[in-house]
Structure formats: structure tokens, C-alpha cells
């Protein structure tokens, strides 16, 4: 497909005329899932096709993406040449003025991507949100620091029991043996999530 009409066609699909934006997403996940180097051909071709429309995009762009072993490798799955390219391709396009945000989808805590960014960030781009905690909290990205939506964290605690979670996954434990389930560091749980390792 050639260029200008692969960007006609997908400004056709991600402008939004009216008073109230919507929010136009891409997997990168699916992507890597089928071959890690896909992921420099669809990035090529979004900086592409951002570099095509430019100002002509009035529709706010939200990209959400996994962070391990999607923009993060590791031992088994090498990602992480590839993570440098979509930093490029997403910082150029905010260069442009595009409007768009990266939220990142974890089942990471805050403490724990704080570390892997720590380590990482010279591939990765700077997240505008954080869902943590596999969906459980959410964190926005502000001059001071990471702000926790207490509006989440408030409809998390609707309905919710933390002490007979934790007796259900007491009885799992004891169930199949400590030697063979065991909880794993504080750093990864919170009141609304709990995780165990299976050895």
C-alpha cells in the first residue's frame, strides 16, 4: 500500500469532528507476539503515517502496551533493540505535536517499574499513565512525581473483603504445601492484589 493512501485511509479512520475526542489505540503486544522484529516494521509504519498526517490529527491518540516481555526483554525473548526504535518513533511524534499519550498495562506495582525503569529507561519512552498491579491501581504521570487515581482505588474497595482474600489464598497455600506455593515479595502486593508463586 503506498503512503498517502495508507494515511488517507487511516486519517479517515482516526479524525473525530466533533466537540467531544475519542481515542484511536494500537497493540504492540499482538504485535511482538508474532515476531519481535514486526515490531520495527509497525513502528516505521506509524511514524510513517503520523509524519503524513501531522497537524491533520485532531483525534487524541492513546497507545497502551504491556511492559514485559513486550517492551521489555528478557533471557528468552530479546526486545529491547527494539524498544529503542519505538522511543524514537514516539517521542518524534510528539516533536510533531501530535496529540498522543502512552499509558503502559502491568502487572508490575508501582515499586517494581519504578526499578525496571530505573534500569531501562534509556529504551523506553516516559509513560504518561501506569495501570498497576494488573489493572488494580492506575498513576498519572505529573511534575511532582506519580499521582495515584484515589477515585480507582476508592471503587477498587466496593464490595471488597482484602481478609478473606487473603484467608482464601491462605487456604490455597496450605492446601498444596508450602514447599510447593509460596507468596512472594510485599513489594508485589497490595490490598487488592496478592500473588503467589507455584514452585
Known sequence: MQLPVAAAQWRSQHTCRSQTP???????DSVISKS???LTMHVHHI???LDFAGSQLIKPLLLVSDLDDTLLGNAIKDVDSHSTTFK???ERSRALGINCKLAINTG?????????WQQKQHLLPEPDIIIGGVGTRIYYNTATGWLEDSGWTQHMNVDWDS????AAMDNIVTTFG???VVYREPVEMHDHKLTVLYQ
Open 36 to 38: 519481535p522484529t514486526a
Open 178 to 180: 508450602r514447599d510447593n
Open 47 to 49: 511514524l510513517a503515517v
Open 22 to 28: 475519542a481515542v484511536a489505540g494500537f497493540r504492540l
Open 163 to 166: 481478609r478473606g482474600a487473603k
Open 108 to 116: 508490575r506495582t508501582l515499586p517494581l517499574f519504578e526499578e525496571a
Open 88 to 90: 524514537t518513533v514516539w
